[in-house]
């Protein structure tokens, strides 16, 4: 059964290699609603997790946001080199959450409705076999 808790990934949204693959669209909600600094999306505030990520994924988050604003957002005075991974991550998170959350919920939604379909025609059928079965 597909809830908002279910990875947005398993009803055909794409994730981000830099945002973990089980984000729920409770998560892209939560992102939305409050940013990542609100502990909405862990890692991306944690220091070593977001260090890791971008280190891994450094040029993709970068890229992600350049194409979104078409410059880099700049980085607050003194930060430290886990507080820019922290920065620059999180603005990359909740820009993606930003542009994906109404796609995610109409396709929950549609992932939701095949199940009613199906339901709704095993009914249809029962009443054709009470009313004597299709021609």
């Given at each position: ?20 693959d ?25 220091y ?43 603005v ?44």
């Amino acid at each position: 059964m597909i809830d908002e808790d279910t990875p947005v990934s398993s009803y055909g949204i794409d994730v981000p290699s830099w945002i973990d693959d089980d984000v729920s669209l409770n998560d892209i909600d939560a992102i939305y609603e409050g940013g990542c600094a609100s502990g909405a999306y862990m890692p991306a505030v944690t220091y070593w997790k977001a260090r890791e990520t971008m280190n891994e994924h450094g040029d993709d988050v970068l890229s992600f946001i350049e194409d979104t604003y078409g410059d880099l957002p700049p980085v607050p005075r003194g930060e430290s080199w886990s507080g820019i991974a922290v920065h620059y991550l999180s603005v990359a998170v909740e820009l993606w959450a930003s542009s994906v959350r109404d796609e995610a919920r109409a396709a929950f939604t549609a992932a939701q409705s095949p199940d009613e379909d199906e339901d709704a025609d095993e009914t249809d059928d029962a009443g054709d076999d009470a009313q004597g079965g299709e021609e």
